[in-house]
C-alpha cells in the first residue's frame, strides 16, 4: 500500500470511528428533552435538569402572599416570578392553549423591604427557591392535563436536578384552582392580555 493510499485508508476508518461514537452517543445519551423545540431537560431517572437562561424567557407575573397579610402564616408567603419558555409564549398567543413541552418557571424571592422612597409596600428581597412544571402528554400521561411539577429547594446553591412532585401535593391544587390548562393564567397579566379572542 503506498503512502497515499494509506493516509485515505486511515481517514476513512476515522470516519467510521467517528460515525459509531455519535451513534452511540445519540443511543445512549443519558439525557432527553421533554418534546420537540422544548427546554425541559431530563436525565435517565426522569429528574428535571435544572433551567438555564430562564430570565431571559417570557415573564409573566409576579404573585406575593405575605405573612402580613394573612395572620402571620403564609403557605407561600415568598414573592414568584413567573416565566414561560418563548415558543410556548408564541404558541398561546395563536391558540390560547399550553403546547406539549411548554415549560413554566416559577422563582421565589424573600419579601424584603417594606418601605421605598414611593411609600410602604412589599419589595423583593433574596432569592430562595426554583420550581417548574412541564407539559409533557408521552412523559406524564397519567399525570392530569399532562402536567408535572418540580421543586428544586428552597436554599441556594439549588440541586442541578428534581424529581416530580405527587400529583396529590401540586397537580390537585391546579386542577381545582387554575383558570386555563392547570396554569394560574388568572394572576398573569402577559398572559391574559396575549390570549387570543375567541
Not at 36 to 45: E, H, Q, T, V, Y
Not at 138 to 155: C, I, L, Q, S, T
Request: aromatic share 14%.
Amino acid at each position: 500500500m503506498n503512502q497515499s493510499n494509506s493516509i485515505r485508508h486511515k481517514i476513512h476508518c476515522l470516519w467510521k470511528i467517528a460515525g459509531f461514537a455519535l451513534v452511540g452517543y445519540t443511543a445512549f445519551s443519558p439525557m432527553t428533552y421533554a418534546a420537540d423545540s422544548s427546554p425541559a431537560l431530563f436525565n435517565i431517572n426522569n429528574e428535571l435538569l435544572q433551567p438555564e437562561g430562564y430570565r431571559e424567557w417570557v415573564y409573566v407575573g409576579t404573585t406575593v402572599t405575605p405573612h402580613d397579610m394573612n395572620n402571620g402564616k403564609a403557605e407561600v408567603p415568598e414573592f414568584h416570578n413567573v416565566y414561560i419558555d418563548p415558543k410556548s409564549f408564541t404558541h398561546w398567543k395563536k391558540t390560547g392553549q399550553f403546547r406539549d413541552g411548554a415549560m413554566v418557571v416559577k422563582e421565589l424571592l424573600s419579601v424584603g423591604a417594606k418601605k421605598a422612597l414611593t411609600g410602604n409596600g412589599y419589595f423583593m428581597g433574596e432569592f430562595t427557591g426554583l420550581e417548574a412544571a412541564v407539559k409533557d402528554s408521552k412523559r406524564f400521561p397519567d399525570e392530569p392535563g399532562n402536567w408535572a411539577y418540580f421543586m428544586y429547594g428552597m436554599k441556594y446553591p439549588l440541586p442541578r436536578k428534581a424529581t416530580a412532585k405527587p400529583t396529590a401535593e401540586c397537580n390537585a391544587c391546579h386542577q381545582a384552582n387554575a383558570k386555563d390548562d392547570w396554569v394560574f393564567t388568572q394572576y398573569y397579566p402577559v398572559l391574559q392580555a396575549a390570549k387570543p379572542n375567541k
